[in-house]
């Protein structure tokens, strides 16, 4: 996995791209994660568009992205989520956990 | 430092996350030599990697001088992916439900229960000398 983030409105967005299976992968995003909220960046939107599958390592990984914002009164958005994403989601019930947007404009446009 | 070996249709891994991308590279290339659509080559890979992380964590202990092997087959439409260790066996009955609400939010526990989902058979063999999961699925 490659990792890449800009900014738009306060808004930070996390590019992950390829695959997210392990290893590396889960200190490469939790790394990036901390370093945000030390610097007070609490609005995040992970855009899933490049990430062409991740396994329960991946779910993993966006589930401590979640609770670790909302710990630190941030908030997280997903945007951009594949269809083979999508199916491990629903299997897992985790689609009753994030909130998921079509593109990176409505998930920015969704923050309070 | 052990490095990934292969023979024929079999990789071996030492037990370590870093070589997960091997084991990958190998599977799907293999796969996409046998024909498989690019849906079901991922199906595969996600539940292979699964099974490569629970033999390096929980059969090997991450133990680098202990191996994992993967074996790739092919009989006519099906596709048999052999994942084996060198740990001491697990009880695939004692893993908690991930769909419970007391479980949602648990970062770890997904892994079997994603393999059974997207695989036709998963069949779970303990020997003396380690587990070995088979997942089979139609191509």
Redesign the interface.
């Known amino acids: 996995m490659k990792l890449t983030d800009r900014e738009v409105n306060n808004v930070v967005i996390l590019e992950p791209r390829g695959k997210i299976m392990g290893g590396p992968d889960a200190s490469l995003l939790h790394d990036k994660l901390y370093e945000l909220i030390e610097n007070d960046k609490k609005r995040v939107v992970i855009d899933l568009a490049g990430v062409e599958w991740m396994n329960s390592t991946g779910l993993g990984i966006l589930i401590s992205s979640y609770t670790t914002l909302r710990n630190h009164q941030g908030e997280l958005k997903l945007a951009n989520v594949t269809d083979k994403i999508q199916s491990l989601l629903t299997i897992t019930k985790l689609v009753s956990v994030f909130d998921a947007h079509d593109s990176v404009d409505e998930a920015i446009k969704s923050f309070k | 430092m052990a490095k990934p070996i292969i023979q024929g249709d079999t990789i071996k891994v030492p037990s370590?996350?870093?070589f997960?991308?091997d084991v990958?590279i190998f599977l799907e290339g293999t796969l996409r030599g046998f024909g498989v659509q690019e849906?079901v080559v991922?199906d595969i890979?996600?539940s292979v990697?699964?099974l490569v992380?629970n033999a390096i964590v929980h059969g090997n202990k991450a133990t680098l001088t202990k191996m994992v092997t993967v074996r790739i087959t092919r009989a006519g439409n099906v596709v048999t992916v052999r994942v084996s260790d060198e740990g001491g066996g697990f009880d695939p009955t004692h893993v908690p439900d991930?769909?419970a609400d007391e479980n949602?939010?648990?970062?770890?526990?997904?892994?079997l229960?994603?393999v059974h989902?997207l695989m036709d058979k998963v069949e779970v063999e303990a020997t003396g000398s380690g587990t070995t999961v088979a997942i089979t699925k139609a191509i």
């Open positions: 370590s996350p870093e997960l991308p990958d849906s991922a890979a996600i990697s699964e992380n991930p769909l949602l939010l648990q970062e770890v526990g997904r892994g229960f994603i989902s």
